[in-house]
């Protein structure tokens, strides 16, 4: 196991204008990180230039850039506005190639949490497999394996991860791991990352607060 740091962990520097990217992975490296997650959240990487910025400073930190993790949204109201986000997702994975790494997660989909029913997943998911088979086979040509993470509610729930993995069937399609993301489904992370482990090509470690609703929460909460 590799121990990385996503540069989405540091959001709250790049929020208050103090780091960008650059420093973000001279920081990870400078504090023994292995790897980096590049997250465009907070930051952009439109051109081949800033690619390759990030590419060589990450060599010059000594850190492997272990992924590239993307928002995305395949439940769209039209058949030309579905075809858009696919091809705006290959665009995507072509921008992981040119970073050099062999994963990357985007998201599938995402409703609000009163209408993440298992009915409207099960409605939801033949779209959804389109869209992750045409993203994935896009990304095999570069030998990159493609994922979902368990977020995002409408497909959070380990056993609605490993449909959708199992559905896409593609050998270059996982999951990306939460930890902590079960939790906001009502599900024990010990067993679910268990169920899951087995189909997964990266883990994100978080860390959850629970308590008792009615518990005092403490300074700083």
Request: aromatic share 8%; proline share 4%.
């Amino acid at each position: 196991m590799k121990v990385g740091v996503s540069t989405y962990s540091l959001y709250g520097a790049i929020e208050k204008g103090e780091m960008d990217v650059l420093a973000i992975i001279d920081w990870i490296g400078a504090n023994g990180g292995e790897h980096v997650e590049i997250v465009p959240f907070g930051f952009a990487l439109e051109t081949n230039r800033e690619l390759d910025e990030v590419k060589k400073r990450a060599a010059a930190a000594g850190l492997e850039i272990s992924s590239y993790t993307i928002e995305a949204q395949l439940l769209q109201p039209t058949e030309k506005e579905f075809q858009a986000e696919v091809d705006r997702l290959k665009k995507e994975v072509d921008k992981a190639h040119r970073l050099g790494v062999k994963l990357m997660r985007h998201d599938v989909a995402s409703r609000e949490p009163e209408e993440a029913t298992i009915q409207n997943f099960m409605k939801d998911l033949p779209k959804l497999v389109e869209g992750c088979q045409a993203v994935a086979d896009h990304a095999a040509q570069y030998g990159i394996t493609t994922s979902v993470e368990n977020h995002g509610y409408h497909c959070q729930h380990s056993d609605r991860v490993q449909l959708l993995v199992s559905s896409v069937d593609r050998p270059n399609y996982k999951t990306t791991i939460d930890t902590g993301n079960f939790v906001c489904v009502d599900e024990d992370p010990i067993f679910a990352v268990r169920k899951n482990l087995p189909i997964a090509s990266m883990v994100h470690v978080k860390d959850f607060y629970r308590r008792p609703a009615e518990e005092n929460p403490g300074e700083g909460w």
